[in-house]
């Protein structure tokens, strides 16, 4: 079955400092792949998603490559930010089977703190 | 605001009880999904609905349920309640089914089963 490993958080930083979140995915199929943000005390939002062997998505200064060799997306951004600070979640979504795209298969979720 | 209006936002309860979360999903959206985010289990996926019909399943349990109205909006139907059920219940809806649709997602309903 379809399966998304995230690298354990917390992960602190400071202002300005380089960010990595690792993830790793098991899918059938052609995957889509995502990564939502979660701010406190609010549902999910979609990040940026990739939806094809290396496509990069991108978004307010955030980035992940879709990366079939290797079946990762990683998020990057240059130059965190206190606003930043939220939980990070990867997530894929795959057609084998017929299933729905809505469907996600999500990771366990990444807690980022980025300090002033 | 991601235009997902979600009811209550927090729930309490006891044991053995059963309880209705509710679903608004944004203007002119057909599909509906339900996802549950548990300490333990993380975000897992409940099930979908896609203008009234069920087209997605997941890892729902038989004491939970769910429809979808005429108007859209949408029910999960928790029943016989247990102290693990405790846990914050998203829906997010999506204008369609299939092909990469971006899901918008609302601001949860918190249960807590005493």
């Known amino acids: 079955g379809n399966s998304v490993t995230q690298m354990e958080g917390p992960v602190t930083l400071s202002e300005e400092a380089f960010l990595t979140i690792n993830c790793t995915y098991t899918a059938t199929g052609y995957p889509s792949l995502f990564w939502y943000v979660q701010y406190p005390g609010e549902g999910l939002q979609l990040l940026l998603k990739a939806t094809k062997a290396d496509d990069k998505g991108s978004n307010k200064g955030f980035e992940a490559t879709y990366r079939k060799e290797t079946t990762s997306f990683h998020l990057e951004k240059g130059s965190v930010q206190v606003s930043d600070s939220a939980v990070y979640f990867c997530?894929?979504?795959?057609?084998?089977?017929?299933?729905?795209?809505?469907?996600?298969?999500f990771g366990q979720g990444t807690i980022l703190t980025v300090h002033p | 605001d991601s235009g997902v209006t979600q009811t209550p936002k927090h729930l309490i309860t006891a044991t053995g009880q059963r309880v209705t979360l509710r679903c608004s999903p944004r203007s002119g959206d057909l599909s509906v999904y339900w996802y549950q985010q548990s300490l333990d289990q993380g975000l897992q996926f409940l099930i979908q609905y896609y203008n009234g019909e069920e087209r997605a399943k997941g890892n729902i349990l038989e004491r939970f349920s769910a429809q979808q109205f005429p108007d859209l909006h949408s029910e999960l139907n928790l029943s016989s309640l247990e102290l693990g059920d405790s846990a914050l219940y998203f829906c997010?809806?999506?204008?369609?089914?299939?092909?990469?649709?971006?899901?918008?997602f609302g601001s949860g309903t918190q249960l807590s089963v005493l």
């Open positions: 997010a809806s999506s204008s369609r089914t299939g092909g990469n649709e971006k899901l918008f």
């Open positions: 997530a894929l979504s795959s057609r084998a089977g017929g299933t729905s795209y809505g469907k996600l298969t």
